[in-house]
């Protein structure tokens, strides 16, 4: 279980790598393509400085992700994962609910089942002990 709870994280951060790029970099080209039914197509230009900063808090999301695996105290790591894999969903979930429903698939169903698999190896080392 412990592989698949780090896969999970390795996936949502290499997600949110990608978003930083597209909102930070690709706004009016991918950005247009993957936003267009949340946003007419004239609005991407002048939002392109919000996107970016947008992109900027998705780029720190996917940090603090990688972070975690680098961090050597079990416990630590696992809070530090739940912790940001938590940003994740909750910002998914606020993003399905304000811009499209699609987001929830796409960002917090992701780290919803990072966090349950996170969870469910923890659980199974403790009942090891």
């Excluded at 991918?30 to 267009?36: A, H, N, P």
């Excluded at 900063?53 to 416990?75: C, H, M, R, T, V």
Aim: with cysteine; hydrophobic share 60%; charged share 15%.
């Amino acid at each position: 279980m412990e592989l698949i709870a780090k896969i999970l994280i390795a996936i949502v951060a290499l997600e949110h790598l990608y978003i930083l790029w597209m909102e930070m970099f690709a706004w009016e080209t991918k950005g247009k393509e993957v936003f267009k039914a949340a946003l007419p197509a004239e609005m991407f230009k002048p939002t392109k400085g919000l996107a970016a900063n947008q992109g900027l808090y998705n780029g720190f999301l996917a940090a603090g992700l990688i972070w975690s695996f680098l961090i050597e105290d079990p416990k630590w790591q696992t809070n530090v994962a739940l912790f940001f894999l938590g940003c994740v969903a909750i910002a998914g979930i606020y993003g399905a609910i304000s811009a499209t429903k699609k987001i929830f698939f796409v960002q917090a169903l992701p780290a919803i089942l990072a966090i349950i698999a996170v969870v469910l190896s923890n659980f199974s080392h403790l009942m090891q002990r």
